[in-house]
């Protein structure tokens, strides 16, 4: 079992920055463990949930188009924790953003953390 907690989200400005973390009860990449991915989607108002950005066992990272050379995920093994930056964010980017693991071929999501851009 994986508890995935996301924290980071809140009120930007158009153009601005932050920075989502998401901690997981376990370590999701470790060395024993195949085929292992987290990442983060999101849910925008009226829309369904998007495919933000993935990064796998391997360190190989997936972008959504819409975000891709705006975002960058990244990991911290030993804080069994993921990271999303999010750089020149617009307002379309607003959306409950959430945490996703995908360990033992058993998928696991966060409880999600509001991310709101003002234009």
């Known amino acids: 079992q994986v508890q995935l907690v996301e924290s980071g989200g809140g009120l930007v400005h158009s153009g601005g920055s932050l920075r989502l973390s998401c901690a997981a009860s376990r370590s999701i990449f470790s060395s024993s463990v195949s085929s292992s991915v987290m990442g983060w989607y999101r849910r925008a108002p009226g829309k369904g949930r998007e495919l933000v950005a993935t990064?796998?066992?391997?360190?190989?990272?997936n972008y959504a188009d819409s975000v891709n050379g705006r975002f960058t995920i990244s990991r911290d093994n030993a804080k069994n924790t993921v990271y999303l930056q999010m750089n020149s964010l617009k307002s379309e980017d607003t959306a409950v953003y959430y945490c996703y693991a995908y360990y033992y071929r058993t998928n696991y999501w966060g409880q999600g953390t509001q991310v709101t851009v003002s234009s």
């Open positions: 990064i796998t066992s391997d360190g190989s990272p």
